[in-house]
Nanobody, 119 residues
Framework: QVQLVESGGGLVQAGGSLRLSCAAS????????MGWHRQAPGNQRELVAT???????NYADSVKGRFAISRDNAKRSVYLQMNSLKPEDTAVYYC?????????????WGQGTQVTVSS
C-alpha cells in the first residue's frame, strides 16, 4: 500500500526555521514533480513549492527566498526547508506526489503535518 508520510512540523517562534520531510513507501516515485501544499483554517489548500525529478523548482510568491524544496530520488523523499518563518505560515502542510503502486500510477497526498508559528 502506497503511503506518503510527513514529519518535521511543530511550534516555532517567528523568524525561526523548520524542515519538513516526506517519504514515500510501498511504491516508486514517478518522474513527475513532487510538491508541498498547505492549508490554514478557513482557507483553501494552496501550493507552496514543487520540484521536478531533474531538480527544477517553483515557489509561491509568499515563500520565495525563505523556503527551499529538495528531493532525494534514491530515498523516495522530498523536503521543505522553511526559514524566516512568519505567523502567516501557520498551516497544515501536505506533500503530494505521483507514485507507482500495485494499481499503477496514482496521485497521493500525505496525512499532513501541523506547522505553527507564534508571533
Amino acid at each position: 500500500q502506497v503511503q506518503l508520510v510527513e514529519s518535521g512540523g511543530g511550534l516555532v517562534q517567528a523568524g525561526g526555521s523548520l524542515r519538513l520531510s516526506c517519504a514515500a513507501s510501498g511504491g516508486a516515485l514517478s518522474g513527475n514533480a513532487m510538491g508541498w501544499h498547505r492549508q490554514a483554517p478557513g482557507n483553501q489548500r494552496e501550493l507552496v513549492a514543487t520540484i521536478t525529478s531533474g531538480g527544477r523548482t517553483n515557489y509561491a510568491d509568499s515563500v520565495k527566498g525563505r523556503f527551499a524544496i529538495s528531493r532525494d530520488n534514491a530515498k523516495r523523499s522530498v523536503y521543505l526547508q522553511m526559514n524566516s518563518l512568519k505567523p502567516e505560515d501557520t498551516a497544515v502542510y501536505y506533500c503530494n506526489a505521483d507514485v507507482y503502486g500495485i494499481g499503477g500510477l496514482r496521485n497521493y497526498w500525505g496525512q499532513g503535518t501541523q506547522v505553527t508559528v507564534s508571533s
